[in-house]
């Protein structure tokens, strides 16, 4: 069906791994009010049609209620059609038996979220289903735009699973090698360093988030120069791994726990980013202080 993307791939692993930031995004799209420590199933996000394959970004179940969000990076219209199929096909996967002999379709509460700006059309979509004795029911999504929602309301509203996706407001304005406005580019960095440091500061997700975020940065941002300089915003938050494990390694009366926080707290950061293609073998291996050959070791 459509192509992924990276956006696609960080929403994906952000549901996976982190699903807790999901509930306050299911709060602010359907005005439920579900604690932070609710339980959610993940259900398949594979379905398979004559047409091909779907996948959903993420499909779940709270208190017997299905929610199934989207992650759209681009404005489309007819995102409204789309939501239908898929809405459709898992409805009909779970055909509940009435007792007086029909049967009964539940429709998940479906809400997709733009990454970028969308307009009147996309945002207020309605597919108008004819049915068979000439009735009409209009299908609806809620729509929500990360773009809406300032860096305040982000954390105030507990929304951090919005952030990696932060830099595509400043998409057209970010500059190129050949193109650079330091003063903007300054002001836009200040503001990143803000906002890392307020992630540093309320969530333990700090590290996962951040490297969601460079990512996504990597990927929009076109000038290396500009790249290396969000990336150096990493070390401190690396360092602050290292020593949150160096912390508990202590507190366990561990004298090993220093050496295993240091290790673990900033080489695995610097696999990630390595696998993440964020950094280069050689550029992780300088920070690691080792060789590249060793480092090579590391990530086998």
């Known amino acids: 069906m459509a ?3 990276v956006f696609d791939d960080v929403f994906r692993t952000m549901c996976q791994k982190l699903p807790h930031l999901l509930i306050p995004l299911i709060n602010e799209a359907f005005g439920t009010h579900y604690t932070n420590d609710e339980k959610i199933e993940q259900l398949r996000n594979e379905r398979f049609e004559k047409n091909g394959e779907i996948i959903t970004d993420s499909l779940l179940e709270i208190k017997n209620h299905t929610y199934h969000i989207e992650c759209q990076s681009n404005d489309d219209s007819k995102m409204v ?12 996967e779970n055909v509940v038996a009435l007792d007086d002999g029909t049967f009964q379709m539940n429709f998940p509460k479906s809400c997709v979220i733009y990454l970028r700006e969308s307009d009147s059309k996309s945002r207020n979509a309605v597919l108008n289903i004819r049915f068979q004795d000439g009735e009409v029911y209009p299908y609806k999504m809620k729509v929500i735009c990360i773009e ?6 982000i954390f105030e509203e507990n929304l951090l699973i919005f952030l990696p996706f932060y830099i595509l407001r400043y998409e057209n304005e970010l500059p190129t090698a050949r193109k650079c406005d330091k003063d903007r580019l300054n002001a836009l960095l ?3 360093q803000e906002l890392f440091s307020r992630l540093e500061n309320e969530t333990n997700d700090y590290t996962d988030l951040y490297n969601f975020s460079i990512k996504i940065i990597n990927h929009v941002v076109k000038s290396a120069s500009v790249k290396r300089r969000f990336m150096d915003m990493g070390g401190k938050v690396l360092e602050l791994e290292s020593e ?3 912390s508990k390694g202590r507190e366990e009366g561990r004298e090993e726990g220093v050496l295993i926080g240091r290790e673990e707290g900033k080489l695995q950061q610097l696999i990630e980013l390595v696998k993440d293609g964020v950094l280069t073998i050689n550029d992780a291996a300088r920070r690691a202080k080792m060789s590249e050959e060793r480092f090579k070791g590391l990530l086998l």
């Open 3 to 5: 192509r992924k993307t």
């Open 81 to 92: 059609i789309r939501m239908a199929q898929y809405d459709f096909s898992i409805a009909l």
């Open 148 to 153: 809406d929602y300032t860096q305040d309301k």
């Open 190 to 192: 200040e503001e990143y």
């Open 244 to 246: 949150r494990l160096i």
